[in-house]
């Protein structure tokens, strides 16, 4: 889905951006925001595990980031977040 001009014209005046380059800034923002939240909570998960990080605090984050979204997405208990992760 292409991103609204309005939004578009807006970056372009707002940061000096070309439109071509505000355009592509805006749609890679939607498409960050558009990802579902199993995929979100999969990606999540897998990042901070690369860092070390233990399922409880991971599961503590995931939530609190989860409710920080534009769009916020449902709450989840661990075990939903669980569920995601495996199944």
Wanted: proline content about 7%.
């Amino acid at each position: 889905m292409p991103a609204d001009p309005t939004l578009i014209d807006r970056v372009v005046a707002s940061t000096g951006l070309t439109p071509a380059e505000a355009a592509r800034v805006v749609e890679d923002v939607l498409a960050f925001h558009a990802e579902p939240v199993e995929d979100y909570v999969r990606r999540r998960h897998a990042e901070l595990k690369t860092y070390g990080a233990r399922n409880p605090q991971i599961f503590a984050r995931i939530a609190e980031e989860l409710a920080d979204r534009v769009v916020a997405a449902p709450r989840l208990t661990e075990r939903q977040l669980r569920r995601v992760i495996y199944g």
